[in-house]
């Protein structure tokens, strides 16, 4: 995708994470180096620089594959996670 290219210059060379996902629906995640915390309702996705904490309903894995994860539910928020609450969602809670 040449537009993620484009506006991606400006993260010093380091593979980002990319998400895309359609509202109260599925997503797509690029870059996953580890799953984290997994419920039906919350799921933790680890990247080379970020956690994220993915919150929805009947979230389940529909693909994991070479850092491609294909998430299936309906997704209601996506958030970035702080230092804090990664250290948290590694020992489980």
């Known amino acids: 995708m040449r ?4 506006w991606l210059k400006g993260v010093d060379g ?9 509202p109260r629906g599925c997503g797509y995640f690029e870059g996953v ?5 997994f419920s039906d309702e ?5 990247f080379p620089r970020e956690s994220v904490e993915i919150i929805g309903e009947n979230l389940s894995i529909g ?4 850092g491609d994860l ?9 958030a970035v996670l702080d230092k804090a609450d990664e250290k ?6």
């Open 88 to 93: 948290t969602s590694k020992k489980g809670g």
């Open 70 to 78: 294909y998430l299936t539910g309906r997704i209601f928020s996506v």
């Open 3 to 6: 537009l993620y290219d484009e």
């Open 42 to 46: 919350r799921i933790v996705l680890y």
């Open 14 to 22: 380091v593979t980002a994470a990319r998400c895309n996902i359609v």
């Open 33 to 37: 180096k580890a799953v984290g915390d």
């Open 63 to 66: 693909k994991y594959y070479e």
